[in-house]
């Protein structure tokens, strides 16, 4: 049983935590458990989400550390240390987290983080990527949430969608997993665009926990 933790943040309603539970409950993530769910925000509604299901949930809050006069890279340290030390995790699952991760954190968890990033993003380092019609559109990267889903209507994007990747130490790049394309259509809001998103973004992200949980991924 691989033993996962889920990392979020109050800019969204913890709605991917809530698929991963589901699909763990359905049997549809095998050999997985969510041992714990963090937020570096206190008032994250994931945070309820998880109590709900008797899940342990910790609250590392950036903010505090920066007013004890500790650095990022120590909150990287800390938060990488107790996952790995108390809780013994094997996945990390970055479902709305905002944080960029430094080598700090990453070098507990290399290879055993995966985000869920509401872009497009192509394998590789390229800055474009060619979507299913054949047009090429230039990744979305270093934009979160709404922003992003804002930001691919602006620029008359055809489509856009969800990548769930291993991280590295550059922003929104590593090996992708899984990506999941969606149609903008003409009256398309942010909101009305991001809705059918986060439904793609429900059956991606437990898909690729399925597989990391199965050994089905190869070593990157
Ligand atoms: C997801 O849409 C995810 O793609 C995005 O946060 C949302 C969380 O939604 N992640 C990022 O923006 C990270 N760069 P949820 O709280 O409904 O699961």
Not at 44 to 70: D, H, M, Q
Not at 82 to 98: H, N, S
Not at 188 to 217: Q, V, W
Request: hydrophobic letters at 40%; charged letters at 25%; aromatic letters at 6%.
């Amino acid at each position: 049983m691989k033993r996962i933790a889920v990392l979020l943040s109050n800019r969204g309603t913890g709605s991917n935590l809530a698929a991963i539970l589901s699909a763990i409950e359905k049997g549809k993530i095998k050999n997985g458990k969510v041992v714990i769910v963090v937020s570096d925000k206190d008032d994250a509604y994931g945070l309820v989400r998880a109590k709900r299901k008797n899940i342990p949930t910790l609250v590392l809050s950036l903010r505090e550390f920066a007013r004890n006069g500790k650095s990022r890279q120590e909150y990287d340290e800390a938060l990488g240390k107790i996952l790995k030390e108390k809780y013994r995790v094997d996945l990390v699952v970055l479902a709305g987290w905002m944080l960029i991760l430094s080598n700090n954190f990453i070098k507990y968890f290399s290879a055993r983080t995966i985000n869920l990033h509401p872009g497009l993003l192509p394998d590789g380092n390229s800055d474009y990527i060619k979507l299913s019609d054949g047009t090429k559109i230039r990744a979305i990267r270093g934009l979160h949430t709404n922003d992003a889903v804002q930001f691919a209507i602006d620029q008359g994007y055809p489509a856009t969608g969800s990548t769930v990747h291993f991280i590295t130490e550059n922003v929104d790049d590593g090996p992708v997993i899984i990506r999941s394309e969606v149609k903008i259509h003409d009256n398309d809001t942010a909101e009305s665009l991001y809705e059918r998103m986060k439904k793609e973004e429900h059956k991606i992200l437990p898909f690729a926990i399925d597989l990391f949980c199965n050994g089905k991924l190869k070593n990157i």
